[in-house]
């Protein structure tokens, strides 16, 4: 059974709509980069970097999720990450993806935003021919910094509109709120980018209401903790906001203790619009389809329920209308043709 569950997986169409390019920075990939940038990193194997992706909470992660991109100098830094992404979802049957970066990352360590988002882009479009898989950016301000930090950011950004489609709000949750940054993501409004934020992953459901009525935005990274207010259920299955869960991040963050009771069926059974998506795979030990099958198979979810879930996950990207229509086709014509 799970033989055939993996081969259903890995064949069904699907989009990704949650996923830092900083978290898909490999052990090997790492090694290589440092020693070709002559970067000093503290682990002596791939294996201890391995040994060191246990984490207890987000903190634990983001510190090292930070460390390793400290080997990230060049241009071509940037465009062998995400190349590397790319290559792994393609083999995955991802076809079309909206990803996140974290220009502060790097422009705080005095790397230029154009080094970043050139790299970046440049393997987007080239993926984007080779692989068929369409694409949208999305720059995301790191939230335990300054709201100021986030203007200069967005003023970095502005040569850059037509390049990136959306601004989201990432990093460290507790103690730093969406209502935070409000002005600046009215700015980013003005300047006519897409707006998203994480909350409510280890944030209170009330950060999720803030995203929502202060910050305005089109969706919502994780949004877990929207089951702690069923006013807020109730808000976000009536604008059919979507959720970009993650599962196996989730699990190695403790947000969640197992996937045993991951209680994605009951949010659907509530008319959430859920999404299932891999947030920084290298770190939580899973691209896509690993997320899939690690809910699929201790949840006794059906294909027509995986289905469903990758056809979600075209509704809540940012594809064209007439766009989805297509992508969700071809879904529904991979469940009617599956054996």
């Not at 790397?111 to 970046?120: A, Q």
Request: glycine share 6%; hydrophobic share 40%.
């Amino acid at each position: 059974m799970t033989a055939t569950l993996e081969k259903f997986i890995a064949g069904l169409p699907k989009a990704e709509l949650h996923l830092h390019i900083e978290g898909t920075f490999e052990p090997e990939l790492m090694f290589e980069i440092a020693q070709r940038n002559k970067r000093q990193i503290r682990f002596n194997s791939v294996e201890e970097v391995k040994q060191a992706y246990r984490f207890n909470n987000l903190q634990e992660f983001l510190d090292i999720y930070y460390e390793g991109a400290n080997v990230l100098i060049e241009e071509r830094d940037f465009y062998d990450l995400t190349r590397a992404y790319l290559q792994r979802v393609h083999a995955q049957n991802v076809q079309h993806v909206e990803i996140f970066f974290d220009p502060q990352t790097h422009t705080d360590r005095g790397i230029s935003f154009d080094t970043v988002i050139k790299g970046i882009y440049r393997a987007l479009e080239e993926g984007e021919k080779q692989f068929g898989i369409s694409f949208k950016l999305i720059m995301c301000f790191l939230r335990h910094l300054p709201e100021e930090a986030a203007f200069k950011t967005l003023e970095e950004a502005l040569p850059f509109k037509d390049w990136i489609y959306g601004v989201g709000l990432d990093s460290s949750e507790l103690g730093h709120p969406p209502s935070k940054f409000e002005r600046v993501f009215a700015k980013a409004r003005e300047a006519g980018f897409t707006l998203m934020a994480h909350a409510g992953e280890e944030g209170p459901s009330a950060y999720i209401w803030e995203a929502l009525t202060q910050l305005n935005v089109a969706r919502i990274d994780h949004g877990n903790r929207c089951l702690d207010d069923e006013r807020l259920v109730q808000e976000l299955a009536a604008r059919q906001m979507a959720l970009t869960l993650c599962p196996l991040s989730n699990r190695a963050l403790k947000v969640v203790q197992t996937l045993d009771n991951y209680p994605i069926q009951k949010m659907m059974d509530k008319g959430l619009l859920i999404t299932i998506n891999s947030d920084d795979p290298a770190y939580f030990g899973g691209y896509i389809n690993e997320n899939y099958l690690g809910i699929a198979q201790p949840l006794h979810l059906s294909k027509e329920t995986l289905a469903e879930l990758a056809k979600n996950s075209f509704r809540a990207s940012f594809l064209p209308e007439e766009e989805k229509e297509k992508r969700i086709a071809r879904v529904e014509a991979y469940l009617a043709n599956w054996d």
